[in-house]
């Protein structure tokens, strides 16, 4: 599987944006789907996931009620919604794959992709 992550830039605080994570293959919908994030000089961090047919979801207690995350498998694609934005949500967010369940660490996650900046300024 390979992921295209798009749909970072430059937001204000409280505004919203929205990413997308494209996957090749045809086993997308078999796949469980993260999304994490690495702030400068801080190590990556979980900020929400998504079962395989989209009927759980999980997320960090940091972005809880602000960023809500989804996926489309007809488009082997999973999103992040992100409202209410805040400078400290300034990251590279990746997205990633793990063929077992969901995994909310680093370490477990099979694919990755390769990161799209958000910057929020203040």
């Known amino acids: 599987v390979q992921l295209q992550a798009s749909g970072g830039g430059l937001v204000q605080t409280g505004g919203s944006l929205r990413l997308s994570c494209a996957a090749s293959?045809?086993?997308?919908?078999?796949?469980?789907m993260s999304w994490f994030r690495q702030a400068p000089g801080k190590e990556r961090e979980f900020v929400a996931a998504?079962?395989?047919?989209?009927?759980?979801?999980y997320y960090s207690d940091s972005v809880k009620g602000r960023f809500t995350i989804s996926r489309d498998n007809a488009k082997n694609t999973v999103y992040l919604q992100m409202n209410s934005l805040k400078p400290e949500d300034t990251a590279v967010y990746y997205c990633?794959?793990?063929?077992?369940?969901?995994?909310?660490?680093?370490?477990?996650?099979?694919?990755w992709g390769q990161g799209t900046l958000v910057t929020v300024s203040s």
């Open positions: 990633a794959a793990s063929r077992m369940a969901v995994v909310t660490t680093v370490v477990g996650n099979d694919y």
């Open positions: 293959g045809r086993t997308f919908s078999s796949y469980a």
């Open positions: 998504i079962s395989w047919n989209g009927g759980s979801t």
